[in-house]
Structures are given as C-alpha cells and as structure tokens.
C-alpha cells in the first residue's frame, strides 16, 4: 500500500472517531449539576413561563437526543451558539483566545521535544556515567514536581524577586517581543514534565535499539559511529517517541488550563475553568470540542508519522 | 605472507559472575583466498573470535593480550578511525540472522549503497548502481526493482543474498562469515553455501566461516579448526579432520552428526555441556566430558601441538595436523581408543 493511500484510510477511520467527540463533547456538560439558567436566576426571582421561556430559548427544553441533533447541526457548520451568560458569539469567544492557547501549547511541545530527544540521545549513549545518573535525576525531578508549583516557584524567583520577566503578560499583540519573552516561563513550566518524560523514553528505546544486530551490522560496515547513532539507531527508537509525543499534546492541553491561570494568560483554558462555573453549556461544548479534535488530528499525525518512519506499518 | 595472522588472542568479558575468557590464546592464520572454518559449539568462543578480528568486541569485553596481523599490520594498535576504514571494506561480515541484520526502516538498495558511499569515492549515483550490481551478482531478479524494497519485502534466502551483497561490495579480502546459513531452511542453505564460495573465488576473497555444521565446513573449507571452550583443540587440513580427527572433542563431534548409509539407530552425543567459562575445570577444559580421560588430564593442561612430532604446533605450517591432548605428547597411559569408519557407498547397500 502506497503512503497516500494508507493516509487516506487513515482519516477515514478517524471520522467515527470524530463523532464519539461530539458525543461526548455535547454529552459531558449533562454530567455538571445544575445548568446556565439555573445560574443567572439564581438572584432573581422570574415567573416559571418567564424561566420556560429561556430554557425554549436555548433548546434545554427539548429531549436530550433532539438537543443533540440540533447543536451537531449548528456545529458542523462552525456555529457554535451564543453564550448563556454573555450572549457573545462563541466561535468569537474562543478564536481570540485559541491562538494564545496554540502558542502556548506549541512552546512547552517544542520545549519538551527540543530538550527530551536530545538528553535521551545522550543519557542512551552515555549509558552509566556520571553524565547518565545526573539526567536520571532530573528527570525523576521534573516528572514529579507539581507544574502549577513549579509555575509559582518560577514567577517567584525570576520575576518578583530578580525581574527578569514579566509576572503577568504585557498587553501586547501576541506575535510580539514582549509577548513572547512572557512566553517563556509557562513554557518551560508545561515542558518541564513533558521533556523529562520524552528524555526517559528516548533513552530506553534507544538502548534496546542499540542492542539489535543491524547496529553491530551497520558498525561492521564501516559506518561512523555517528552515522551508525543518528541514521540507523535514531530513526528506529523514533517510532516509540512518536506515539509518546502525540500523547504528550493532550497534557500539554490539560496542563494549560491550570498554567494560563497561573500565568493570567488568556487563553482557552481561563475562558472554559471560568464558563464551567457558569454553566455557559454552548462554551465548555466548543472548547472540549476543540480540545478533542486536536488530539485526534494529533494521532491521526503520530500515525502518518509512524508509516513513514517504518515502512513495515504500512502494510 | 599470510593475509590474516592472529597470534595467542586472548578476549576477555567483564561480567558480575566474574571475567569470562571467551577466547583464550587462540592462533591461525588464513591465506589469500583461503577458506578457513571455525567450527565448536554454542559459546566456544567462535564469534568472539571473529569480532575481535572486526574490532567490534564492545564493553564490558576486551582484547587483553596477542596480535591480529592482517597484511602484516597489528589491528589492534589502529585507531578506531584506521579500523572503522578498514571494516567493510577490507575485512568484511555476513551475519547469522539476515532477518535481524538489515535495518527495517531502510531500503536493501541504501543499506548496500551506503557501505559503498563511505569507502570508495563515488557520487550517490555511482554508488546505486554499484549496489544494483551486487543485488544482482548474488542472483536477486530484477535488482533494480529490488533495490528500493524493505527486508521485510524479502524472503529469508534473498535477505541473506542481501547480507552478502553488502558484505562484498567492497570488494573485501577477508569474509568473515559467522553462522551464514543457521538462519535458512536446508535447500536455500545448500543455494546460499554454493553463492559464497562462488563469490568468493571470483572475489579472491579469503572466507573465515564460523559454524557448528560441520556438514557446512566439508562443502567449503580448505582448513579448519575444532574450538571448545575458548580454546584451539584441534586444527587440521579439511580431509585430515574428517578422515583422521585427532582430538576426543572432534570425535564426538563428527559422532553426533546423521549420514546417510549410518546403520546406527540413535545419533551419539557427547555426555555432559560445555563448561562455564567463569570456572573452566582444571587441566584439560575437555576431561570431564571426555570418554578417555585419565587422572594426568585434570592436572596438566595440554598444549596445540603436532599430532605427528609432539611438537608445538608451529601456525605457519598450513598442512600441520594439531591437536591438544595429552595423547600426543605421551602424557597418557592408554592410547585414545576409538575408530573411524569411513563410510563409502558399500558401507549401506
């Protein structure tokens, strides 16, 4: 099977998928007690035809299969709704904030591969020097620290105490110098764990490549050790990190709803922590909506990843 | 001058039951064009020998002590570099397990072009059409096409045709072969046996063949020599071992393989497993599994020497029929009592 044809039966098969999400995009806010006109009339007092009227308003009034039906309907389309509480559009509400959250997210991912792949590398080749017990240490440390107290910590020391950032983002656009230095510490704070955890993968998939007779082959004929390490072992262990590196980008979407409150980065995560407390229903949908759709599309990418690092997958 | 001289080799493993002497003072030498077999059982000390010769013996092992002159030149005073430029290209290796050996993730084609890329000066394009004139030399069909398939595209026999073709598109003096044909069924083994020997006289390439087959060595080799243990028991002239095998270990050997026109009813086996090289037995590796030992061979351990003279076997001496046994040195009260039988096509009518 050709490489394009196995990405097309590759997405065709992520499309089931696909509606699962919307499934339990649409289904998962049931689960929350209470609902949005609940909370905006939890001060006032309304006559029930005036509370019938808002539920009818919004469809919450109608079975929970036909709510379903009619928002899968809007969606596909990329209406979204308007939001309960502030009656803004939502497909507004979440692209002035989306970038926010793809710029963070792709930072830490780069921080966790750009660091992890080549600690691992090294932790694997230096396999029980010095150089190899300290990187396992460090490791162990960064899966295990707590992101959102790291975060602190980092906003502690480097801003409070010795000013060299930001402690709350500069009222800039985005793509801007100042922006993306305040970039930096929740990057390095979602990429901590996420390198850490990359390093340790690389390493041990590394050494059980570097065990295979096609090494001591490649060695035997000649090859520098560098070529031996970078083409032949690396392109081998890459396959598991692959898989490990999709996986990573659903933490990184959950460890930045924690972080952009910490970091008072405006983002999707503040938007849905702050909408979940509201009972903004058609907001929290769009946004774990999102976030859904990501990781699927993120191995729908590991896999064609996967085909074209080992031909083997696509047969 | 030989082509390859390996004087007292000694390898040894660090492990954490204790220092393994894998190899223990072994010497041969191969000629041009020569085709030498090493043949013993499992952990003989076959493959390290031949690894040392590679300079491939990877920590926690180590050459400690001897030579291995190849052209005259001391491999081990090379530098990595100077060894790293002369393997695959001078010395080469085709390994047991094709299936294992090629990398899945490359095409045969690029795993044979860049063997070729990295000792000889040619341009990619060069190099690929060399390659596909290897593919086509160890009689894969349509090379050209082949090249671009991955090993998993390739049956056992052509993954093991593709082993050789990298191992010889150099052009290398030495073929180191170990266990070439264990991974095979018994017809591609006979195909494969019958390319490498071809190849290698039209290569003039000198074949050192590891293999516990003794079968194996019959077909190919010139000389041979018995390992057990980490040690040289017995090194002889092809037709010599077979027709006159001198050492009790290559008696039992030659014992335990079938032929056809055998009227025996069971195979022989030789009592007993070879002995833990972290604690070799005194003496003679050999005595405690050894039908004619006697109480001088726990004690004394026995020299290669010449099975005519009792001399030491001299390694230059290309016809010299070896041995190690107190037999031949006169250290044995009894004579080694067995007999060959040499079975011609009477024999099973």
């Known amino acids: 099977m050709s490489l394009s044809r196995y990405i097309v039966k590759r997405i065709l098969v992520s499309i089931p998928v696909l509606i699962g999400v919307t499934m339990v995009s649409f289904g998962l806010v049931q689960l929350i007690p209470g609902d949005p006109i609940e909370f905006i009339l939890q001060f006032t007092n309304v006559s029930p035809e005036a509370e019938q009227r808002l539920y009818a308003k919004y469809n919450l009034d109608e079975p929970l299969w036909k709510q379903y039906l009619l928002w899968l309907q809007d969606v596909i389309v990329l209406d979204f709704g308007e939001s309960i509480i502030s009656g803004r559009d939502v497909a507004y509400e979440i692209s002035t904030r989306l970038d926010h959250t793809i710029a963070l997210g792709l930072f830490s991912w780069l921080i966790g591969l750009g660091v992890g792949i080549p600690t691992g590398i090294i932790a694997a080749v230096k396999r029980g020097t010095i150089t190899d017990e300290v990187s396992r240490i460090a490791a162990l440390l960064g899966i295990a620290t707590p992101n959102f107290w790291l975060g602190l910590m980092l906003i502690l020391v480097l801003s409070v105490n010795l000013g060299i950032f930001r402690a709350i983002p500069p009222d800039a ?42 090494v001591r082959m490649a060695r035997a004929k000649g090859l520098s050790e560098r070529t031996v390490i970078f083409k032949h072992v690396l392109r081998n262990s890459m396959i598991a990190v692959v898989t490990v590196a999709a996986i990573q980008i659903a933490f990184i979407i959950n460890g930045s709803v924690v972080i ?28 774990v909506l999102m976030t859904g759709v990501a990781i699927v599309i993120a191995n729908l990418l590991a896999d064609i990843v ?5 031909p083997r997958i696509r047969y | 001058m030989a082509l390859l001289e390996v004087n007292d080799l000694v390898t040894q493993f660090y492990t954490e039951d204790g220092t393994v002497r894998a190899v223990d003072g072994v010497s041969y030498q191969i000629d041009r064009g020569e085709k030498f077999g090493i043949v013993g059982e499992s952990g003989a000390g076959k493959s390290v020998t031949s690894l040392s010769v590679m300079g491939l013996i990877e920590s926690p092992g180590e050459i400690v002590d001897g030579e291995i002159l190849f052209k005259g030149e001391n491999l081990l005073e090379k530098s990595p570099e100077e060894m790293r430029r002369i393997r695959g290209n001078e010395i080469a290796m085709v390994f047991q397990d094709a299936e294992t ?6 095409t045969v084609g690029e795993q044979i072009a860049e063997g070729i890329r990295t000792h000889k000066d040619v341009s990619d394009e060069e190099a690929k059409e060399q390659a596909i004139e290897m593919l086509a030399k160890v009689g894969i ?4 096409e082949r090249y671009s398939d991955y090993p998993h595209q390739f049956s056992g026999g052509m993954q093991q045709r593709a082993v050789i073709a990298i191992a010889l598109s150099c052009d290398p003096d030495l073929l180191i072969c170990d266990e070439p044909t264990t991974a095979l069924d018994v017809t591609i083994e006979a195909q494969i046996l019958e390319l490498l020997d071809e190849l290698a006289s039209d290569f003039d390439t000198a074949i050192q063949l590891i293999t516990h087959d003794l079968g194996v060595v019959a077909e190919i080799c010139n000389r041979v020599m018995v390992m057990y243990a980490g ?98 040195t006169g250290d044995l009260e009894d004579e080694l009592s067995y007999q060959v039988e040499v079975l011609t096509e009477e024999t099973y009518e």
Request: hydrophobic share 35%.
């Open chain 2, 231 to 328: 040690k040289a028991v017995e090194k002889a002239p092809v037709e010599e071992l077979y027709y006159e095998p001198k050492h009790p270990y290559s008696v039992g050997l030659m014992g335990s393989i079938p032929r056809i026109g055998d009227r025996r009813d069971r195979l022989e086996t030789i009592p007993g497993t070879m002995p833990d090289l972290v604690e070799v037995p005194p003496g003679c590796s050999f005595h405690p599994r050894c039908p004619y030992a006697e109480e001088v061979c726990s004690r004394k351990e026995p020299q290669l020497v010449d099975t005519e003279t009792g001399e030491a076997s001299n390694p230059n001496d290309d016809g010299e029929h070896a041995a190690a046994c107190l037999a031949y």
């Open chain 2, 141 to 144: 069909p349509d090379p050209a």
């Open chain 1, 306 to 310: 996967y085909s074209w690092l080992d």
């Open chain 1, 173 to 214: 656009p985005l793509f801007s110098v100042a922006k993306l230095k305040f970039l930096i510490l929740p990057s390095v704070t979602i990429g901590t764990a996420s390198a850490s955890l990359i390093m340790r993968l690389v390493r041990s998939s590394m050494l059980q490549e570097l065990n295979k007779e096609y």
């Open chain 1, 260 to 287: 952009e409150q910490v970091f008072s980065w405006p983002g999707l995560g503040r938007l849905l922590v702050r909408s979940i407390s509201q009972r903004d229903f058609p907001i929290i949908q769009a946004g």
């Open chain 2, 101 to 106: 050996a090629l990398n899945p993730v490359y």
